[in-house]
């Protein structure tokens, strides 16, 4: 889980707040289907890269809020990662889920 915000006031445009809210998906997602193996993200000799990736917007919301990002992967195995968020904001709401699978190797 991450909580996250902008740092500077956002406007009310809801598409330049769901272009930072895809931007932010994408930074610690992956992530999730390293852990079972432990691996890191900083291990020089891990290939990975996003395959795929998704998302489904629901209600509305600023991105300069305070926004939880909750992920887990339900999948981790032969080369590959299958990974989910979903973004709440401070009341519990839920805004946004986001589906993203991986390429995850480790070269000798």
């Not at 956002?10 to 930072?20: E, G, K, R, S, V």
């Not at 998906?25 to 193996?37: A, G, K, M, N």
């Not at 209600?59 to 990002?69: N, Q, T, V």
Request: a negative charge; glycine letters at 6%; proline letters at 6%.
């Amino acid at each position: 889980m991450v909580w996250f915000r902008a740092s500077e006031p956002m406007p009310d445009d809801i598409d330049i707040n769901q272009a930072l809210l895809a931007y932010i998906s994408d930074t610690t997602l992956l992530d999730t289907c390293l852990r079972p193996h432990g691996l890191s993200f900083m291990n020089p000799k891990l290939q990975s890269a996003s395959l795929d990736h998704a998302m489904w917007f629901y209600h509305p919301f600023k991105a300069d809020e305070w926004i939880l990002y909750v992920q887990d992967s339900p999948a981790s195995a032969g080369g590959r990662g299958m990974n989910f968020g979903h973004f709440f904001t401070q009341s519990g709401k839920l805004i946004c889920s986001a589906a993203q699978e991986g390429l995850i190797r480790v070269h000798d």
